[in-house]
């Protein structure tokens, strides 16, 4: 019914319950409770023309919305309009003829299905009697008649009538399409005027028509009608549920003085009460995710209605939305679930559309209910901000908890994506068949009491995680020791500018075979710009590398007194750059390792702490203490990660366009890449620019293309291939592991590679980078200019921190799409309402039409090498290019495995190649990136020098010459 019913059966039930005072609710009235302000707020009229306006339904993507007003002159009955919701512009749907009611508009936009009369011979007959009666000022309530002329009927926008769904006589009314639109809900009363109705059923009609009203399914072109329910009272106002699989709707009891809210299937099986309030419950509405439904109820009085919500299971009790006088009613939700708009009339007695903002979230925490899931039928076919907003607030949501490779919340959003790729008709582009390619990688590492011992000569033994610990890049087996060398911080740090050298090595000790004991972190009193200078080199990876340059045979590190720090043992985490060193590292409480020296060894870190800190290297002291073992033994947690690959094929011998995006984050908590602020209001890495909407861009991609080729809309030469890559925030991981699984053969088939990494923040331009991976790439770019509005910036470099760089060094061509890094980035502020989610329809829009444009020709641009600019990509500070490309799945090895070299770099004219292992440069070797990070430090540009690495198990011994940055 929507509108109609109550207007009738409100003073109906008024009457009827007033002079029956001994009916006895079973619900207590709810008072409002502490959602009741929250859940809708910024609440406005919309409409403001005619005497009565109401049921108000929005088009698929929200642009429009349909509803019904009584604004002619020449006829007081409604008629049908369609407002633009961006312009406000109202057009006129119906002829105005006659009444209507009950409108809906197609998800295509192209038609508007509505009840109407204008085809009952004595409609304007009709209309002139009514403007008389209500002329005379007589006063009579409104009341739905149930005319029995009413048919559903389909016109397009401008109000042409293009056909006639239903012509039984009785009642056809109340209608609406399918989430596909190819089917149509509706009630009515048709069977109750067929000559095989029974008694019964007729007298009830002469007294009441509505009780003969029920709920049909037919095809949205009015073939295949079905009856749905049957029973004996009014059933109408059906809706289907957001995935098309479920109808809800209102039954009233047979005297119409009670309604509930039901929901079944749209073949009428599984018919279920969904409130249980005795009262009177009607015009229910799912919400976009289908957890939910709103609806009308007078549980606070048979005048007041209000609106309440309720999960679809009818679990927990329902929730009251509005506290106002009056009545207010019919409510629906936009399609992105927002904002709500509800029919609401107040004691002046003039009924308008209202609409206010909608909290989901709140909404969701009030009924119970998780948050949303992913669901293709949420999302419309074409690029939309709404659907790109949908996907973000979904992977960047508290319960995804940062997405941290190898977690269960990876699983569970590719599990959601890989059913949205399904639904899309794509089909599974991992090996065997598979939705996914799987790697294995270190997550942790830990150190069991079992394994790792610290003891004296005189049996006493030191307690793990409590007075020591082995750090992860500490090297393992039994060691022994006697006596230590303090040598302050530890820092070596060049000279720059105005700041000084700083050294805690000058002086005459030997450290050749010693233990070497150092402070953490940096002088506390110096300036700022010293501290800044200085931090560069306080890492303990580096501080290790200077101990063991030095002939250090192990180091223990100690928390200064004057440290700020959270405890004095440092934590046990795994840092992939790190490697494992050739030497043993450990932390130590200072009350442990003071038990470690001998007797008459008096020391004073405080007083050492503060001498310091003054900025000025103190003299290497040498303590003495008691022999001691060490044994450490490190255990690696491993863990898996998985891509998402899924095909969209046309021909299985065509080459392949790929696009891919990182569903990969940082997690909760403080990590080695986190730029989280100690005060920060939460530890969770939500992730939203970086990178949920690169991934809403590749979702977006796919569901827009796989459509139009099943529509014929396009036509491709090649496949296209979509990737959700998995440990992009490690160093590439999933890709980089990805390429690898595909070998020679199969990467000469991916034609091009187009990259989305947080396209989320768009302000004037995106960057395009990797343009210089193919000479075709400008001509391509400069014919998309012509078709789509969308300012780029291209930029030639394709070596980038982003997971396009692993299918460059395949040679691939690649582009990828970069809105550029802000404030947020890395910390737990990157949330989905900072999102500019136009901004993403521009640029998913532009990425659309290029993968199309690609796709269509039979092969790919043309593959060429770069020169890299001198220290583009790199890592700010560092004076020495060689052209190197590490591969930062560095697990198990020892040194620095290189994915390539640079363009006319020194690397490459040195001979290095892709696959090599550095492992020692100039005189300094070379176990982990973190040493040749900061051996590319000491080298001299312009000098040679030498580089060996393992090329097939073999050391080669090549002579490099390293270069000033520009």
């Not at 930029?795 to 809105?819: C, E, K, R, W």
């Not at 910390?827 to 136009?838: E, G, H, L, R, S």
């Amino acid at each position: 019914m929507k509108a109609r019913y109550v207007l009738s059966v409100i003073w109906v039930s008024f009457i009827f319950l007033l002079g029956c005072q001994s009916v006895e609710k079973k619900v207590e009235m709810q008072a409002p409770s502490s959602y009741t302000s929250q859940l809708l707020t910024d609440t406005r009229q919309l409409t403001f023309g005619g005497k009565r306006s109401g049921e108000g339904y929005f088009s698929s993507n929200g642009e429009l919305m349909v509803f019904q007003s009584e604004r002619l002159k020449d006829n007081p009955f409604y008629q049908i309009y369609l407002m633009n919701m961006k312009t406000g512009e109202t057009r006129q749907v119906s002829n105005g003829i006659g009444k209507t009611t009950c409108s809906w508009v197609h998800p295509s936009q192209r038609k508007i299905l509505f009840a109407s009369t204008h085809l009952d011979p004595k409609a304007k007959l009709k209309q002139q009697k009514e403007i008389e009666e209500r002329a005379s000022g007589q006063q009579k309530r409104y009341a739905w008649d149930y005319d029995e002329n009413y048919d559903l009927f389909e016109a397009a926008p401008d109000g042409k009538i293009l056909r006639r769904l239903t012509k039984e006589w009785g009642y056809d009314a109340e209608g609406s399409y399918s989430p596909d639109g190819k089917w149509v809900a509706f009630a009515s009363n048709r069977h109750a005027y067929l000559s095989n109705a029974s008694e019964k059923l007729k007298k009830m009609m002469e007294h009441d028509p509505s009780v003969g009203m029920e709920i049909y399914i037919m095809k949205s072109d009015g073939t295949q009608v079905k009856r749905l329910t049957n029973y004996d009272g009014y059933d109408g106002g059906p809706f289907f549920s957001p995935d098309g699989k479920r109808i809800t709707w209102r039954r009233f009891s047979v005297d119409g003085r009670m309604a509930e809210i039901y929901t079944m299937n749209i073949d009428g099986s599984d018919q279920k009460q969904i409130t249980h309030l005795n009262a009177m419950s009607w015009a229910p509405f799912y919400h976009p995710s289908g957890d939910y439904l709103i609806f009308t109820t007078n549980l606070q009085g048979y005048q007041n209605f209000e609106l309440y919500i309720v999960d679809v299971n009818g679990i927990k009790d329902p929730i009251r939305v509005t506290n106002l006088e009056g009545f207010d009613g019919l409510p629906v939700f936009t399609p992105d679930g927002r904002s709500v708009a509800w029919s609401r009339k107040d004691q002046s007695g003039e009924s308008q559309i209202y609409t206010g903002k909608w909290n989901d979230e709140l909404a969701r925490k009030a009924l119970g209910l998780p948050p949303p899931q992913l669901n293709l039928n949420q999302l419309h076919s074409e690029v939309t901000a709404a659907d790109a907003e949908k996907i973000v607030q979904y992977l960047a949501s508290t319960e995804m908890k940062g997405r941290a490779t190898g977690s269960p919340e990876e699983e569970k959003y590719q599990k959601a994506i890989i059913e949205v790729f399904k639904n899309m008709g794509l089909t599974p582009g991992g090996p065997n068949g598979q939705w996914t390619q799987t790697y294995q990688f270190i997550k942790s590492v830990t150190a069991s009491e079992k394994g790792n011992l610290l003891s004296t000569a005189n049996n006493q033994n030191f307690l793990l995680n409590k007075e020591w610990l082995p750090l992860a890049s500490s090297a393992q087996g039994e060691f022994r020791g006697e006596d230590f060398i303090f040598a302050g911080y530890g820092l070596v740090v060049p000279a720059e500018n105005e700041i000084r050298e700083y050294n805690s090595y000058n002086g005459k000790v030997a450290l050749e075979g010693q233990w070497l004991v150092m402070l953490r972190d940096i002088p506390s009193d110096v300036g700022a710009q010293e501290r800044v200078h200085y931090f560069q080199y306080s890492r303990p990876d580096y501080k290790i590398m200077q101990a063991k340059q030095r002939g250090a045979k192990g180091v223990i590190f100690i928390t200064g007194p004057r440290t700020q720090s959270p405890g004095e043992l440092m934590e046990l985490s795994y840092d992939r750059a790190s490697g494992e060193s050739s030497i043993p590292v450990l932390s130590m409480t200072r009350a442990a390792f003071l038990k470690l020296l001998a007797d008459d060894q008096k020391v004073d870190f405080e007083t050492l702490q503060k001498e310091l800190d003054k900025g000025e290297p103190v003299e290497m002291k040498r303590w003495q203490s008691e022999p001691f073992q060490l044994q450490v033994q490190l255990e690696k947690q491993t863990s898996q990660g998985s891509n998402v690959i899924a095909d969209l094929k046309v021909n299985s011998r065509a080459k392949t366009v790929m696009v891919g995006a990182h569903g990969d984050h940082l997690g909760v908590g403080k990590s080695a890449t986190s730029l989280m602020k100690e005060d920060s209001s939460s530890d969770i890495h939500f992730g939203a620019d970086d990178n949920a909407s690169g991934v809403a861009g590749v979702i977006e991609v796919a569901h827009y293309l796989s459509e139009r080729l099943q529509k014929k809309q396009v036509r491709l030469s090649q496949n296209v291939r979509f990737a959700i890559w998995s440990g992009e925030e490690l160093g590439n991981l999933g890709s980089s592991s990805y390429i690898k699984s595909l070998g020679d053969k199969k990467i000469k088939n991916i034609s091009s590679y187009i990259n989305m990494d947080m396209i989320g923040r768009m302000d004037k331009f995106i960057s395009v980078q990797g343009v210089g991976s193919s000479s075709e790439w400008d001509h391509i770019l400069e014919q998309m200019s012509a078709e789509k509005v969308l300012a780029i910036k291209p930029q030639s470099n394709p070596y980038l921190p982003t997971d396009a760089m692993a299918f460059y060094m395949a040679g691939v061509p690649i582009l990828n799409f970069f809105t550029g890094a802000h404030q947020d980035y890395h910390t737990p502020q990157d949330t989905f309402d900072k999102i500019n989610y136009k901004g993403m329809e521009q640029i998913v829009s532009y990425v659309e039409r290029l993968t199309e444009k690609l796709a269509f020709k039979k092969l790919g641009p043309k593959y060429q090498k770069v020169e890299q600019e001198k220290g583009a990509g790199n890592r700010g500070g560092f004076r020495i290019f060689l052209g190197t490309i590490p591969d930062y799945t560095q697990e198990g090895v020892k040194g620095v495995r290189l994915q390539g070299v640079i363009k006319g770099g020194p690397a490459e004219t040195a001979g290095l190649k892709g696959g090599d292992i550095i492992v020692q440069l100039s005189e300094h070797k070379v176990q982990s990136l973190y040493d040749y990070v900061y051996t590319l430090q000491v080298v001299k540009p312009g000098e040679a020098t030498t580089i060996t690495v393992l090329r097939n198990g073999e050391k080669v011994e090549l002579p490099i010459t390293p270069q000033l940055k520009k």
